[in-house]
């Protein structure tokens, strides 16, 4: 009975005895594809393993006890289950082919996989499910492959095969061994869009390190868009990774600090991500249908480590979008009603085009601040315009130059003074402000985009009128919170949820329905949505918002050290307005991000820490004038942290620990 075969004696007809992953390998290794040596310990090994041990009978009787609606029934046949195996030897001819086929290898570290027999067929997907141990040396292949085996049985595969109505099939085990990539870069690849379906785009993430820690989603990996026909790049999105994992130096693995000039950097050229692009559709192609991949770089030579049919894929285009989380800020309601009207304009004056993707905003009011979510489609839509605009025009740049100068000259001294205006004065501001804000929004956008979208165009003019533009968000909110405080003083507490027609016409809700915004409402597509859940909106609009699943059991939160020092204090979360003067002395201040009406607050707590922003933010700046700790772009600092925690703010290493 042949129980170990080698990638090239292995072909995708072979999933009944290599698994999924195994007979996937084959059929790349055969097909000329970059692939990793290895071999593939079949299922017949795991089976005689059973047989010759006995632990057949005995699994089989833990099994029949189980029930999988009761959750304590799964993990006690579980924990038996992989007791049993682990204790149990290797037959010795098992182990005797094993290491021989390790010695051909000629490697000193392996990756050792699990790899079902059901696994990653059309209809059932075990990703995840097993396990895999990376930089496996000689001296652990053989535990670690009795690991490998057990992982069929841990609890969360046992509930899989029960949801998948899998529990009376027969589910063998086969085992990977292949030669470790020392993985430079390494992502996933999926060679049709797995969220809009469409066919002609493929998607790559990609980070720095091993991808274990991007598929575990320990790191966010940078992610590219890739038209297939024409071959091009149509949106890349860059993100700043801190940390990587990376090969221990006794096998295994370990997480290494990642410099921040190395982490800011985008993980794969642009060359590097067509080269990669190539080999994504000829995997395609050769299998006929849609792939999820997982690759790998060493010594700038890519390799392919998995493939498996994208099983998520409908037949029709899915219309579902997932809405990226894009800032959280205490804005007033009449703010964003102005940015909803000059972001989804129904024709875009610079552009004579209508938007595309609509909702393209959302924006949601909870824990007294405000969310703001955007269709990534309706960003490339408007990135594409734009470029399509400075093609059709060459004196573009200029016109947009020249009409945001012009449009902003009427507000741009009453925000950046921050005056307090009559009502009549305010109505013309907010209205200046939405004719000039279609001009403000091209040029932001075109401001985020890298040198290769733009074709290496110089907009350094464009760039130095957005730095002139910097207080235009947060001034203009607070010209409107000011202006509307003075002139409804009866109603000051509730001026940020009042709409634009309200104030014009002054017929104001009840207070039950004020209070009831301001402790939260949906605004999207023009409407304002109070007492209804995110989950209805997103029902409503087939839509899905991006919500971060947070542990909130960690000791420690890092970031990016804005300003050095190391303080301890309690918290204090400052979400929005309503808790600029709640703030004690020596407290640390947590916010998702600080605007300027927050200055007494800054002024009396001990630091800083927010959730979004870099060295040049505005909690940034504020502390170096000021000289106080500063932690930046923690991501979920509000979300972890709660009023009365103690931490320890060491500005010096951009970590907060929780100390109590």
């Known amino acids: 009975m042949k129980i170990i075969r080698s990638f090239s004696q292995l072909s995708k007809d072979d999933v009944i005895s290599a698994g999924g992953k195994g007979a996937a390998l084959g059929e790349m ?18 089976e005689k393993f059973l047989n010759e041990t006995g632990l057949n009978v005995e699994i089989n009787s833990i099994f029949n006890l189980i029930n999988h609606k009761e959750i304590h029934t799964i993990e006690n046949a579980s924990e038996k289950i992989k007791a049993l195996i682990l204790k149990a030897k290797i037959p010795q001819d098992i182990s005797k082919e094993i290491q021989k086929s390790f010695k051909k290898l000629a490697a000193k570290y392996v990756a050792v996989r699990s790899s079902a027999t059901a696994e990653d067929s059309a209809s059932a997907a075990w990703a995840g499910e097993l396990e895999s141990y990376l930089n496996t040396t000689e001296k652990n292949l053989l535990e ?31 085992v990977v061994v292949q030669k470790m990539v020392e993985s430079e870069k390494s992502g996933v690849a999926f060679s049709v869009h797995p969220v809009t379906q469409d066919q002609n785009q493929l998607v790559i993430e990609a980070g720095f390190g091993l991808g274990e820690a991007i598929v575990s989603g320990q790191v966010t990996p940078d992610n590219y868009v890739v038209e297939k026909k024409p ?33 800011k950097k985008q993980v794969l050229s642009d060359k590097e991500i067509l080269e990669l692009s190539n080999i994504i559709i000829r995997i395609e192609k050769h299998y006929n249908f849609p ?20 099983t998520t894929l409908s037949n029709k285009v899915q219309k579902q979008s997932i809405y990226k989380k894009v800032f959280t800020r205490d804005f007033s309601l009449p703010m964003l009603q102005v940015w909803y009207k000059g972001e989804a304009y129904d024709k875009k004056p610079w552009s004579n085009k209508q938007q595309e993707f609509l909702p393209y905003i959302v924006f949601v009011r909870e824990d007294d601040t405000v969310k703001s979510y955007y269709d990534p489609r309706g960003v490339d839509w408007i990135k594409n315009h734009i470029k399509e605009s400075i093609k059709l025009n060459r004196n573009f740049l200029n016109k947009l130059e020249k009409e945001v100068s012009a449009k902003l000259k009427p507000i741009q001294p009453i925000y950046e003074k921050e005056l307090a205006l009559s009502k009549k004065e305010l109505l013309g501001f907010i209205k200046n402000f939405e004719i000039a804000y279609p001009w403000v929004e091209a040029m932001w956008w075109l401001c985020e985009m890298s040198d290769e979208e733009l074709g290496n165009l110089n907009i350094s003019p464009i760039k130095k009128l957005r730095e002139k533009t910097t207080k235009l968000s947060a001034g203009t909110d607070v010209v409107v919170r000011k202006s509307l405080m003075k002139i409804f003083p009866k109603i000051k507490n509730f001026v940020h949820v009042l709409t634009i027609k309200e104030i014009k016409t002054e017929n104001f809700p009840k207070l039950k329905e004020l209070k009831a915004r301001d402790k939260g409402f949906i605004f999207t597509q023009n409407h304002l949505y109070v007492g209804k859940s995110v989950e209805e909106i997103e029902k409503e609009y087939n839509i899905l918002l991006e919500r971060e699943e947070i542990d909130k059991n960690v000791n420690k939160i890092k970031g ?29 201040l947590v916010s998702p991000m600080t605007m300027p009406d927050f200055l007494p607050a800054m002024k009396k707590a001990a630091a800083f820490v927010t959730d979004e922003g870099g060295m040049t933010c505005h909690a940034a700046i504020v502390a170096r004038e000021i000289k106080k700790p500063c932690v930046v772009g923690t991501k979920n600092a509000t979300k972890i942290l709660k009023d009365g925690d103690l931490v320890e703010v060491d500005a010096n290493n951009g970590v907060v620990r929780i100390l109590k």
Request: net charge positive; hydrophobic share 35%.
């Open 291 to 310: 792939c999820d991949i997982e690759w790998a770089m060493e010594k700038g030579k890519f390799y392919i480590v998995q493939s498996r049919p994208i």
């Open 29 to 46: 290794t055969r097909a000329g594809i970059s692939v990793p040596p290895g071999f593939v310990i079949l299922s017949s090994a795991f």
């Open 144 to 174: 670690n492959i009795k690991r490998c085996w057990a992982s069929l049985f841990t609890p969360r595969a046992i509930f899989y095969r029960f949801e998948k109505n899998l529990n009376k099939s027969k589910i063998s085990v086969a």
């Open 231 to 263: 071959r091009k790049i149509i949106n890349k999105n860059i993100n700043i990774q801190s940390q990587g994992l990376y090969r221990g130096k006794g096998g295994g693995t370990k997480w290494c600090d990642i410099s921040k000039k190395q982490g």
């Open 560 to 588: 990016v050290a804005a300003y050095s020092g190391i303080v301890r204090g309690r918290v204090r979360r400052v979400m929005g307005h309503k808790q600029i003067y709640s703030i004690q002395k020596g407290e640390i």
